[in-house]
């Protein structure tokens, strides 16, 4: 690719137009003064029709996405959302319900909702489920709220400090300091797993829970899940399980049955609504019956033959606009039934064959961060015997190259140089086997002549991006002295003129 695409005001040509109208057979009339705009519109873009069209699709084209190719970014779980999913959620009497709609009109939407809540129930073993949260992070930090007033109810007003694995995901240790908890770290022991001793030296008579990723972010099953329980619970504490990683064990394991209190489902993760590019995503809870008093939002109920939205007694109270990002809820639920019991555990069983095929065939090249039979995602290190001077970043840009996405890098960064990556499910062994070979390449390259590696991508639309300095000092704005002055154009040089390209 790597062609050049300017803002769209440098393609503005003075009188240019969009769409001819008719002449008006009506007086013209002046708009309101209270709907004119006040700012400034010049310097607005002036182009055809043509020329908006053809600038917005080059650069559509420009974006890589899971239809177009291999998307394999660990801890993330970019999985193919099946297109019946979008025509469900576009059905009339889903997508033109109104939030405050009488729910005598609205039955069909709560039944769904109903449905699903069963659905999530069954799979996680738990009592009941709220549908509310709008993300990941958002279940959790509702499940915190919910320990939080679970202890105070019980007069444990002592219980503030919330234990996380040091190779938790990042918002775990967030939503427990946004709750007013102290973090406190739990180290990983030489199998990848949490570590018992260290984990029994920092329970207290203050610990108000564990947050536990189950596979956690190294890709690995917690052995000693049982005796973790055990141990949280003998404290006085609380099990949450983040289920970012859900995926993994969907119709094989019940978190409620090896310990877990509470936990998050990403709906836009295990169960294929979109991910990614701001979402919407939908992060619904479950948790024990001790817990459900205190979920958040509306919960669906079904009396008789209706349903209606009840809110649980003693609720930490609304976390989100209404019942929940909607559209999101059926997504999942078609999701549920296109595949049945059967198929939700073959999703777990194919994805974890993947991650291993993976791990097998690229383990004698790229050591492996454990070596032991990984879950859904395996963690690699970007660290080549015959190559030592190459990182994983060279590693992951030059993938860009070889038409993939790069997977996760440096994280866990309990990890050295490390490469997490997940190929879900839906990933064929002809995509994987070139993924791999992609991958093996790569290291001959950096063996050979590193230069390639450093240099790469040099097929993107962009080349190798100051990534610190892109996030640190944004440019948000247009400004065309400034783009003229980055681009070293000539400022006077109109849309016309045949501008010479930038050596940078």
Not at 4 to 32: C, H, M, Q, R
Not at 108 to 121: D, I, K, P, R, T
Not at 261 to 275: G, R
């Amino acid at each position: 690719m790597n062609t050049y695409e300017p803002p769209i005001f440098e393609l503005s040509g003075t009188g240019k137009i969009g769409a001819n109208l008719p002449a008006l057979d009506v007086p013209e009339a002046a708009l309101p003064q209270e709907l004119l705009r006040d700012d400034d519109l010049q310097g607005m873009p002036e182009l055809s029709e043509t020329e908006v069209t053809r600038h917005f699709t080059r650069i559509s084209q420009r974006n890589f996405c899971i239809d177009t190719g291999m998307y394999p970014l660990g801890s993330c779980t970019m999985k193919y959302n099946p297109k019946v999913h979008e025509e469900a959620a576009r059905l009339p009497g889903f997508a033109q319900a109104h939030p405050l709609q009488d729910p005598e009109q609205a039955q069909g939407a709560l039944q769904l909702m109903y449905e699903l809540q069963s659905y999530l129930a069954e799979l996680s073993g738990f009592d009941q489920v709220s549908l509310q949260p709008a993300a990941g992070a958002q279940g959790e930090f509702s499940g915190i709220l919910v320990f939080r007033a679970y202890h105070r109810d019980r007069g444990d007003d002592q219980r503030t400090e919330i234990l996380v694995p040091d190779s938790a995901h990042g918002t775990n240790p967030a939503t427990a300091a946004m709750v007013g908890m102290r973090v406190v770290e739990v180290k990983s022991g030489p199998r990848g797993n949490c570590n018992l001793e260290d984990l029994k030296s920092k329970l207290s008579p203050r610990t108000a829970g564990l947050m536990l990723t189950n596979p956690n972010t190294l890709g690995l099953f917690e052995e000693n899940i049982q005796e973790i329980a055990r141990l949280v619970h003998e404290a006085g504490g609380l099990m949450y399980g983040d289920g970012a990683n859900f995926n993994a064990i969907l119709g094989i394991v019940k978190p409620r049955e090896v310990g877990f209190d509470f936990m998050h489902y990403n709906l836009h993760k295990t169960f294929t609504t979109p991910h990614g590019g701001g979402g919407p995503g939908s992060g619904a809870v479950g948790c024990t019956e001790a817990l459900a008093p205190y979920l958040p939002g509306s919960i669906v109920v079904k009396q008789g033959e209706r349903y209606e939205l009840r809110q649980p007694e003693r609720s930490i109270g609304r976390v989100k606009s209404f019942w929940g990002n909607f559209g999101m809820l059926v997504r999942a639920w078609t999701y549920i039934r296109t595949l049945g019991a059967a198929g939700l555990k073959e999703v777990s069983e194919n994805a974890v064959l993947n991650a291993n095929y993976l791990r097998v065939k690229l383990q004698p090249v790229y050591p492996v961060a454990y070596d032991r039979t990984c879950m859904h995602e395996v963690v690699l290190k970007g660290q080549l015997r015959q190559a030592p001077e190459a990182r994983t970043l060279d590693i992951a840009k030059r993938l860009i190259d070889y038409g993939f996405h790069p997977p996760t890098v440096y994280f866990p960064i309990s990890v050295p140089e490390a490469l997490m990556i997940e190929p879900t499910e839906t990933e064929t062994k002809r995509n994987m086997d070139a993924f791999v070979d992609a991958m093996i390449t790569i290291a001959q390259e950096a063996a050979e002549d590193m230069s390639i590696l450093r240099n790469a991508p040099t097929t993107a639309a962009v080349r190798r991006l100051d990534e610190v300095g892109a996030a640190r000092r944004p440019i948000l704005k247009y400004d065309r002295a400034k783009f003229r002055e980055l681009r070293r154009e000539a400022p006077e040089a109109t849309p016309d003129d045949q501008l010479e390209r930038p050596t940078y």
